[in-house]
């Protein structure tokens, strides 16, 4: 079987590559063409432990190519990944589809034998539907399978969450079908992951359910933090406490700055608009965008309050800037929020992430990209620890420091507050 990802991104490139490593004869397209010769070269476009050397092993194996040529890339394989974005819509509130069914009208001209067509891309219920109307139009319905193939896994992660998922979902009521992707999947099926057949349906809307209720936790947890810091509580404790009950689990019970992300941003937005429009009123995790929305506020507004409300002219360092560590990607960050607030106060922000300089902070005024640590703290007035880069899990403050002392604002609760007073320095965190 021959497999082509169409959308060489995060995911379409990280389950290309895994797909590949597991044996695969895999085609990954992408419609930037300079992504696509940048792969050639054995370059990878996007920062993620690991996957690198996987491309770099399988395409020398000749079990990896990328190409821009979608339709001869269609017609040379047996099952198709539709793996673009599904980014929100200009009005802000439903999934914009024209990357999909963009896609889907290339594919519909290049079905030359039987394809099977999976949407691994987050799409709202009743888009696998569509995808079919648009296919039928152009071809005999016994020439394809179309089916949803929901991918779980987690930027920073991805190639583990790849390899070793908790589940594989697939969304397909034919037998055939199904009995292909489960021989596809069935080294990671052996290594103890949980296959689950639904119905196409069900497959679409379990992404984004799950989604939502992530998103629902760390707003949780967030809000419960924000108790325990005017009651003097620690909500450390209330996370192990709450998570040590295994119908509530431990992840995702870590307060810190607002969710963000290429994923559950869209997807809160995406599931209230889909229940909407079948008259649904999804009102929990409507007041959970709410709460999140204001999340960033609260922080910026406790930085305030450190700072004695006196930003102008303050030099404050951001540590980490991406929205979780181990990514380059800064998709709904809580930094493209914080950084431009404090630089209209009048602060001069430099910031170090171990991804590199932001083309997001470009145009806003006295924000500046320091190469290292050391630089970035420099004469700094207030360190805030924004991503939990293993970076800045031990760093010395005391040595790396002469002179005036910063605050440190830890938003992810890194270092506890007896470490960093007894080295002299304030220290403020989450939800304590
Ligand atoms: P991305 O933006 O990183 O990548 C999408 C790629 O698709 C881009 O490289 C783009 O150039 C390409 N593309 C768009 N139109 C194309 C076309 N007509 N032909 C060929 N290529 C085309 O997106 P992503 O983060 O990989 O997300 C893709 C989907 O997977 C989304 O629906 C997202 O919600 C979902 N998802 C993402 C993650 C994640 O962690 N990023 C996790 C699970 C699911």
């Known amino acids: 079987m021959k497999l082509c990802m169409i959308g060489t991104g995060y995911v379409g490139l990280v389950s290309g590559v895994c797909f590949s490593d597991l044996g695969n004869d895999v085609i990954c397209v992408d419609k930037n ?32 190519s990328f190409s821009s040529d979608l339709k001869s890339s269609v017609k040379n394989s047996d099952i198709i990944f539709i793996c673009v974005g ?38 709202p219920v009743t888009t696998g539907d569509q995808i079919e109307k648009i296919l039928s ?23 583990r969450d790849f390899i070793y998922p908790d589940r594989i979902v697939v969304g397909s009521n034919e037998k055939k079908t199904n009995r ?31 989604n939502a209720f992530l998103a629902t936790k ?13 009651t003097g509580i620690n909500v450390e404790d209330i996370s192990i406490g709450m998570g040590l009950d295994k119908r509530i689990g431990s992840r995702f019970l870590r307060a810190g700055p607002a969710y963000g992300g290429s994923c559950f941003p869209k997807d809160t937005k995406a599931i209230i608009s889909t229940a909407e429009k079948f008259n649904i009123n999804l009102s929990v995790i409507k007041s959970v965008i709410r709460s999140n929305k204001n999340r960033s506020n609260i922080l910026l507004k406790k ?39 404090l630089s209209k106060k009048g602060a001069t922000i430099k910031y170090y992430d171990p991804t590199g300089h932001k083309k997001e902070f470009k145009n806003i005024k006295n924000v500046y990209f320091e190469e290292s640590i050391k630089k970035s703290i420099k004469d700094s007035d207030l360190i805030i620890i924004h991503t939990e880069w293993n970076d800045f899990k031990s ?21 506890s507050n007896f470490k960093i007073n007894s080295q002299g320095f304030k220290y403020f965190s989450v939800g304590k």
């Open 86 to 123: 599904t980014p929100t819509k200009k009005d802000g509130s439903s999934a914009d589809l024209s990357q999909i069914y963009n896609v889907t009208k290339e594919i519909s001209s290049s079905i030359n034998k039987f394809k099977i067509i999976i949407t691994k891309s987050t799409v």
């Open 137 to 159: 139009k152009r071809n005999n319905k016994n020439k394809f399978a179309v089916v949803s193939n929901p991918e779980f896994l987690r930027e920073g992660e991805a190639i």
């Open 180 to 210: 292909v992707l489960k021989n596809l999947y069935s080294p990671l099926i052996s290594k103890g992951a949980k296959y689950l057949n639904t119905s196409r349906r069900a497959a679409e809307l379990i992404k984004y359910a799950s």
């Open 395 to 415: 760093i010395n403050f005391k040595n790396l420091i002469k002179g005036k002392k910063p605050i440190i604002y830890d938003m992810r609760n890194i270092y």
């Open 218 to 230: 760390i707003t949780f947890i967030n809000e419960i933090a924000n108790l325990c810091e005017k």
């Open 33 to 64: 063409k300079n992504k696509i010769n940048l792969l050639q070269n054995g370059q990878v476009p996007i920062y993620e432990p690991g996957l690198s050397e996987l491309v770099i092993k399988n395409f020398r194996n000749k079990r990896l």
């Open 303 to 341: 930085i305030y309050e450190i700072l004695k409300n006196k930003v102008k002219n303050k030099k404050i360092t951001f540590l980490g800037v991406t929205f979780k560590a181990n990514t380059d990607d800064m998709r709904d960050s809580s930094s493209l929020l914080m950084i431009p607030a």
